[in-house]
C-alpha cells in the first residue's frame, strides 16, 4: 500500500508544470483531431500502478514517454480504451456515429490504433515543448509506447514499476460529441522531485550512500522516495568523506565489494574517525558470507542487508535510525 501521509504533497512548480503542459496539450489536440479537446484540472495521490488496476476495471491505452538527458524516466498517461477509439477515430475524420459503433464494440482497429499512436507522438512533443521550457536543466522527451491495456498484462508492461509509488494525476477527458472520458497520469516520485528539487515528503534524515554502482544507488533513491530518508549518494571513496564533513549524515549504507576499495575497510576508517564514529552504519552486499558479515560487524557495522532489497525490508532496518528532535525545554 503506498504511503497517502498527510506530508506528503506535490510542489507548487510541479503543479503549475503539469497544468501548463495539459494546457498546451489540449490546443494541440483540439488541432489534431479537428474537434474541441480538453483535460481538466487534475486531482493528483500517492499511488501504485497494481492500486490503480486493483480499484479500476476494464480495458485501458498506454500512452507511455521516455524523459532523457538530465531528467530519466518514464511518465505513463492511461485512458479508457473508448477514448483511445474516440481519438483514433477523430484523428482519422471517421463520422461520430461510426466511431460510437466501435466504441459499443471496444474495436480498436489498425487504423484507430495508428491514429491514436500520432496522438501519441503529439503528446510527447507537447511535453517536449514545456518542460525543455519550464524545467531548470536541460531534457528531451519522446514517445516510447502505445499500446492497449488491462489488469492482466499490466505487470508485464510495467514491470518492476507496478509496484513504484508514482505521483497520480487523474482528470476528466472531454471530446465534443462523446460521453466524458478518464485521464490518468502516473509519474514516478523520485521524478517529481528531481524536477525542481522539491521534495514530496518532509525529509529529516539524511542517508549517505556508499556504492561503485551507480544503478544500486538509484534504486535505493527510489525505494526511499516519499519516506522521510533523504538519499545522498556517491561511488567515490573522496567524496564520501568530503560529503561526511560537509553535511549532517545520520546513517550510512556501504557496499561490501567495491572495485577500488574493500567496503569492510571504509567502515573501520569511518568508525576510527572523530567526526564520524558515532554515525550508525549497515553493510550491504548482493554475496554476502558468514564471515563477511562477521567482520563488517566487528568492524562497527550496526546492520547487514542482502541485496536485492524490498522497500519494505530496507524500510524495517533503517527507521530505527531516524533522526529524533529533541524537544527544547523553556523552563
Known sequence: MANKSQTSICPPSVKEL?????NKLNTDGSSLIGKNFGIAKPNFEITTIEEYFNKNEGNFFL??????????????????????????GSLLGSEDNQIKEKLNKEDLDEEYLDGVTEFGNQFAGSFDATFRHKLPQPVHVKL???????KD?????????????????SSLLLIKGFEPGTFSMFIPVELVEDFFGEEMHEKKTNVLVLD?????????????????????????????????????IHLILLDVFMSEVN???VCKKIKKTPYTKAIPLIMISAKPTEEIVIKSLEAGARDFLVKPFTKEKL???????????TPVSIF
Not at 18 to 22: Q, V
Not at 66 to 87: F, M, P, Q, T, W
Not at 315 to 325: D, G, T
Open 153 to 169: 498484462n499490466a505487470k508485464d508492461i510495467f514491470q518492476n514499476d507496478s509496484n513504484s509509488e508514482f505521483v497520480y494525476f
Open 144 to 150: 516510447s509506447l502505445c499500446t492497449p491495456i488491462n
Open 263 to 265: 567496503g569492510i575497510a
Open 315 to 325: 524500510l524495517s532496518r533503517i527507521n530505527k535510525f531516524k533522526f529524533k528532535e
Open 212 to 248: 561503485d554502482s551507480m544503478t544500486d544507488i538509484k534504486i535505493i533513491k527510489k525505494l526511499l522516495s516519499n519516506t522521510e530518508f533523504k538519499v545522498m549518494g556517491t561511488t567515490k571513496i573522496a567524496d564520501t568523506f568530503a560529503l561526511l564533513h560537509k553535511e549532517k
Open 18 to 22: 503539469i497544468e501548463t503542459t495539459l
Open 63 to 88: 500512452i507511455k514517454i521516455e524523459l532523457e538527458d538530465s531528467y530519466e524516466g518514464y511518465v505513463y498517461n492511461i485512458i479508457k480504451l473508448k477514448d483511445a477509439i474516440k481519438i483514433g
